[in-house]
């Protein structure tokens, strides 16, 4: 039986949300809990409004037009997408045509994907506004046009992936690109990210170089989550590969398809025939728009730390592993976290430690954010010195931390509450060791024989003689240097 | 004392020697529109609870005026002429309308137009045909249709205008009056309900020139909520109003002027043609030279569908936002796209269909290139063509349309292809942007008749003081419609 690969591309559509104001109107953007309440006369379209465009919001553009490679164009145009849609008030959006002046053309992004390096090549990078929110009732539909006209950024991909995987971890890569640039939040649990994917199917062996080789295409339209993405792309490979084994894949068509969360399925909406024609043309309010060289290097130059320059950081200023750095930037506000227990001095091994092991599955568990983290990083650092100073150990350190979460408390404040704080004066222990040692002559023969796990035995007899509190390395290596003297 | 069908000097003159005070020139006005209103259907609203405002330096305070229903008056009703309208009231003001508040203007109605702009006659509109107030058998020309006929009437001395495609000037001159469109940008659209963006331009109907600077340098200024407006704190329309054109160079152009180039023309067109060549030689008198040129016959016939085209393809985009659901009459539907589709039904004339169904048209994907961008190519060419008559001529002097007002009753509306191109030539002050304004010069068939100087884009004052001076020798200036039996 023959074998297929998979040629995936991805329409990635991720909203500005670090902008004061709309892409064209100065309402706030902003989410409001009031349904219209961010919203000037032209997010609803009211007759004799104009659009003015968002100098910051064309800024951000181009700085992720820079980042991912793209060339820019020397004028920047805008255009109308002309279709009627109750969540469009214009009905019209403006936006970018994909040639030959958007926000940016050509360029490329290296990724990660489980350990091994990708290369996709971007399209093209356009600014244009985001439609209204409905909600539909039985007998009813509302729409809230606070989100009509926030700035959206949308990345067009080649159909460069060849798995599930590779375009998530794609999308996982430019997430934290857009927080780190401090363009967006990026958050697909807010709606700020909408994918449509795209997938067809050609032999394994044939030339994927070739253009001709490629099968027929379908299109996905609105998946809002990257397990959204992951499941829709493995479904669709699957339906499309059940047709070429049952010889009815020359029969599909080029067409456009639903992802339905709920049944796991793709869903056929129309076909390449039906497909709507949107009338482009240049947007005649928006005289064309000059991008000087000079202001692309100003922006350059602005451009944040970059998730792949921490993570180079990561590894080879703090010697992390490359698993612990990848964890810690995946998500700008774990990675600020990190940092700032490193301003507050703590060891990065240790911070990195306790936020890979202990942190990220804890608001991973409460699906909570970095921020509603009742530990600060000065209340980890605080911790992880007691550990170092050896007030308390390594165990009663982890019980403290959970304690800590759970009754809202400063690990601080519990240790000295109750009354933690480990036993690390020599003289203290020694005497109970010997003590111990005194009451266990068969068993420090065994020791001598070469039996070591006795020392474990010993060092729990010192933990129960002194409830826990003692520090169990210095109990050890003291019971070593008793040992020796007998 | 009636002051209403004064100058706009004139009765700031009268004001502040409290001859009158802008209550009395209100009830005047007020007086007025209700007759004309009778007379010529030339209102949608009439505000007659209108305030005076106090009088101050500024030559349009205390002075009533009236605006075209296609300007967004905040608190009063702006319909566009237009079913889908008709019981809209904006909540902001246009730019312009508010600039001409500041200075102290009084609004005391909002005229009738071709709805949306879309029409050249002053018959389409949702009230009703307005009628020439020279001879009621007679059209307006449009859209400005209202407007035209308010200032000839003498209801008060300027009205605000739009013009997309001739839709101020054409209008002022079947009117016997003003009629000025500065350049693209200088008054920002901002609430002016859009047609044709890349096309509309903001302006104003007066029995003056000198009036029309006036009104024209409180209305413009660059607007943060217009992209398309420039800054022209610079420019002084009035205050650098003169006739100094001694040395000044016009031309006109061979293929549109002439009447040898018109086989079988009749009697009223060879009178217009010929009332132009006076014209013509009054210019020379004042001391302007004035050179015929000749323009390629296919470009300029070419005029009208480029028009067609760009206006009607843009209109439908504008005009997509009129859904019912937001503003306007919202109409019955089982499901969103009926209640869309219903309202559109509903509330527009088929004239406005027909221009919706021309304008899908020519963006379709596969028509776009050969209808859409080439309108746009052409459009370049046409431009192109007046930018290099700009580079040795002030301004390009013509005639407007074929002769005086044409019939409402029996007009032939075949288009005559012959004449076509002269009945359009003005759409290219639009597609240029150039600035541009119409004077009354003289009568055909006792009914008034006008010409039309064009200039480069941002010679606003050049235009003006060539129109200034030429009007200075004529005698047709500050005329009231008298009606014709």
Redesign the interface.
């Known amino acids: 039986m023959a074998k297929y690969k998979a040629c995936i591309g991805l329409e990635m559509h991720c909203e500005i949300s670090e902008t004061n104001t709309k892409v064209f109107s100065s309402a706030e953007n902003s989410y409001k809990d009031t349904p219209n309440a961010n919203v000037r006369p032209l997010d609803m379209g009211f007759p004799g409004t104009l659009p003015v465009i968002n100098k910051e919001a064309v800024k951000m553009a181009l700085m992720a037009s820079i980042i991912l490679g793209c060339k820019q164009p020397e004028y920047m145009y805008f255009e109308r997408k002309n279709y009627y849609y109750p969540d469009m008030p214009k009905n019209y959006q403006i936006t970018q045509e994909t040639k030959p002046a958007p926000v940016g053309i050509y360029g490329s992004l290296t990724y990660d994907c489980k350990g091994e390096e990708k290369t996709v090549r971007i399209n093209n990078l356009h600014l244009e506004e985001d439609a209204a929110s409905l909600d539909h009732y039985s007998t009813y539909s509302t729409i809230d046009y606070n989100r009509a006209g926030v700035p959206l950024l949308e990345l067009v991909t080649e159909p460069d992936f060849r798995s599930a995987d590779e375009a998530v971890s794609f999308l996982e890569t430019m997430r934290a690109i857009y927080q780190y640039a401090g363009i967006s939040e990026a958050d697909s649990k807010k709606g700020q990210i909408r994918c449509d994917v795209n997938v067809s199917i050609m032999d394994e062996d044939l030339d994927d170089s070739d253009l001709s080789n490629f099968g027929t295409k379908v299109e996905i339209k609105n998946v809002n989550s990257f397990g959204g993405v992951r499941d829709a792309i493995n479904y669709e490979i699957k339906r499309q590969t059940e047709l070429k084994e049952d010889g009815k894949y020359e029969e599909m068509e080029q067409q456009t398809r639903r992802w339905d969360e709920e049944s796991g399925t793709t869903v056929y909406m129309r076909s390449k025939v039906d497909a709507i024609d949107y009338k482009y043309f240049v947007e005649p309010n928006i005289p064309k728009y000059k991008i000087s060289k000079e202001w692309i290097e100003e922006i350059r130059k602005t451009i944040p730390e970059l998730p792949s320059e921490r993570l180079d950081k990561y590894m080879n200023q703090y010697n992390l592993s490359k698993y612990d750095a990848t964890n810690l930037i995946k998500e700008k506000s774990v990675s600020d976290y990190f940092e700032e227990c490193l301003k507050l001095g703590t060891d990065p091994k240790s911070a990195s430690n306790w936020i890979t092991t202990r942190i990220l599955g804890y608001i991973n568990k409460e699906v909570i954010s970095m921020e509603e983290l009742f530990i600060t990083p000065k209340m980890l650092h605080e911790l992880i010195e007691m550990i170092d100073k050896k007030e308390i150990s390594s165990k009663q350190a982890k019980d403290v931390f959970y304690k800590a979460l759970e009754e809202k408390k400063s690990p601080k404040d519990l240790v000295k509450e109750l009354g933690m704080k480990q036993i690390t004066d020599d003289t203290e222990i020694r005497n109970i060791i010997i003590g111990i040692l005194d009451e266990n002559e068969e068993n420090i023969a065994k020791y001598k024989e070469g039996r070591t796990n006795v020392l474990d035995y010993f060092v729990g007899q010192v933990m129960r003689a002194t409830r826990g509190k003692a520090n169990p390395s210095m109990a050890s290596s003291i019971i070593l240097e008793e040992i020796e003297k007998r | 004392m009636e002051y209403m069908n004064k100058s706009i000097k004139e009765i700031h003159e009268a004001l502040l020697n409290k001859e009158v005070t802008s209550k009395e020139l209100i009830e005047e006005s007020l007086k007025k529109s209700h007759e004309v209103q009778e007379k010529c259907n030339a209102f949608v609203s009439i505000l007659d609870d209108a305030k005076e405002t106090e009088v101050t330096d500024n030559l349009l305070s205390g002075i009533p005026y009236g605006c075209k229903d296609n300007?967004?008056t905040k608190g009063i009703l702006?319909t566009?002429s237009s079913n889908t309208?008709k019981d809209?009231v904006?909540?902001?003001s246009?730019t312009a309308i508010e600039n001409l508040q500041k200075a102290g203007a009084v609004m005391v109605n909002k005229t009738v137009m071709d709805e949306f702009g879309m029409g050249g006659t002053g018959t389409t509109g949702h009230t009703g045909t307005v009628l020439n107030p020279w001879d009621k058998t007679r059209m307006t020309a449009g859209s400005s249709a209202g407007s035209a006929a308010a200032v000839a009437a003498g209801v008060y001395p300027y009205a605000t205008g739009s013009d997309t495609g001739d839709s101020i000037r054409k209008p002022a001159a079947y009117c016997g009056i003003v009629g000025y469109k500065p350049t693209y940008g200088m008054i920002s659209?901002?609430?002016?309900?859009?047609f044709a963006?890349?096309l509309d331009h903001c302006g104003v109907l007066t029995r003056n020139v000198e009036d029309a600077a006036i009104v024209v340098d409180n209305m413009k200024g660059i607007d943060?909520?217009?992209?398309?407006s420039w800054d022209s704190s610079d420019i002084h329309l009035y205050q650098d109003l003169n006739k100094d054109v001694k040395g000044k160079k016009l031309c006109y152009i061979k293929e549109l002027c002439n009447k040898e180039m018109y086989e079988n023309a009749d009697q009223e067109l060879i009178e217009h043609l010929d009332n132009f060549k006076k014209t013509i030689e009054k210019c020379k008198e004042l001391g302007m030279e004035v050179e015929e040129v000749s323009v390629d016959q296919t470009l300029l016939n070419a005029s009208a569908s480029v028009y067609v085209v760009i206006s009607c393809?843009?209109a439908?985009?504008n005009m997509?936002?009129?859904?019912g659901?937001?503003?306007g009459p919202r109409a019955e539907g089982k499901n969103?796209?009926e209640m869309?589709k219903n309202y559109r039904t509903e509330g527009f004339s088929p004239l406005i269909k027909r221009r919706f169904v021309i304008g899908?048209y020519v963006?379709?994907?596969q028509n776009?290139d050969r209808y859409?961008h080439n309108a746009q190519r052409v459009r370049r060419l046409l431009v192109d063509t007046w930018k290099d008559l700009f580079k040795k001529y002030d301004a390009v002097i013509l005639p407007v349309g074929t002769g005086p007002a044409k019939k409402l009753e029996g007009s032939n509306n075949i288009l005559d292809k012959k004449t076509q191109a002269l009945d359009e030539h003005l759409q290219i002050g639009n597609y240029g942007g150039f600035p541009s304004i119409t004077i009354p010069n003289g009568f055909v068939s006792n009914l008034p008749v006008g010409v039309n100087i064009t200039g480069n884009c941002y010679d606003d004052q050049n235009v003006l003081n060539i129109a200034y001076a030429l009007e200075g020798a004529m005698e047709y200036k500050n005329q009231i419609a008298k009606e014709v039996k």
């Open positions: 300007y967004s702006s566009g309208l809209y904006p909540f902001f246009a659209r901002y609430g002016l309900f859009a963006s890349s943060k909520n217009d992209m398309t393809a843009e439908t985009s997509s936002n009129l859904t659901i937001i503003f969103y796209r869309m899908s963006l379709q994907a776009k859409f």
